[in-house]
């Protein structure tokens, strides 16, 4: 049996995800939701998904079996918790998003109104299942330290705290809760909210952001001690090509989480 599926978004993300999922017999692509489709959306279309519908938004005769969000924030209200109201499961990419007032609270009573599920997605970061099971037995404490190229800092907050061209040495931008960083830092945000929803939630976990010039790629590490033990784990992340302020994982993980819904065995 085929899943029908819905995918919000035809950007960097969007687009590698439908490329990765075309020609798998157990997943078809019948919907793309889109503010506008322009050309670019209408090519992508015709290379990786030619029968999928384009639109602004699901109509109430549309039923997929999954809707795949891959659009960023605002996508979420617009078009996940609609979706989950009328008892459509949906998996999340965006998970920073859960980090603004109340939206976390929103997403939750949706699925239960719909009775149906919503799958929060790892992204860029791995180690959420250890930390997820961590956090049944306690934890004491999470810290995540995220590191990148200075000049990838440019356009946010950090461009106050220090001249980004011309470190010469890793500079602290940011230290704080998980919720403050999502709060200044929306785009890089999804690796601590996972973080943080999967173990001690966004006011317990510590949130550390180096603009450092000694390193080439996004640089995750994650520490975290409890009755279970200490763990630590760092990955280097490679962008993806189509948009290098995102991270290849987490197109990967998108298309994992599908798959994992389509098939016999799921890991």
Known sequence: ??????????????????????????????WVLVPEVT??????????????????????????DLIVECAGHTAI??????????????????????????MAEAVQAAAEAGGTQVQLLSGAIGGVDALAAA????????VYTGRKPPLAW???????????????????IFEGSAREAAQLYPKNANVAATLSLAGMGLDRTTV??????AVDEN????????????MELTMRGKPLEANPKTSALTVYSVVRAVLNQATAIAI
Do not use: W
């Not at 078009?79 to 109340?102: N, T, Y």
């Not at 640089?219 to 200490?230: I, M």
């Open 135 to 142: 956090r049944i037995g306690g934890l004491d404490e999470v």
């Open 39 to 64: 050309d670019a959306v209408r090519a992508t279309l015709a290379r990786h998904a030619p029968q999928a519908r384009a639109l602004p938004a699901l109509t109430i005769e549309d039923r997929p």
């Open 1 to 30: 049996m085929t899943m029908n599926i819905a995918v919000i978004g035809c950007g960097a993300i969007g687009a590698s995800v439908l490329e990765l999922l075309k020609g798998h017999a157990a997943v078809q692509v019948g």
């Open 219 to 230: 640089v995750h590490h994650v520490a975290a001690r409890g009755a279970f033990g200490s």
């Open 77 to 102: 209200e617009e078009h996940v918790l609609p979706a989950l109201r009328r008892g459509i499961p949906a998996v999340v990419a965006s998970i920073g998003a859960l980090s603004a007032p109340g």
């Open 208 to 213: 550390r952001l180096y603009a450092d010039p």
């Open 154 to 172: 440019t356009g946010t907050p950090a461009e106050q705290r220090c001249d980004l061209a011309s470190l010469k040495e890793a500079f602290c």
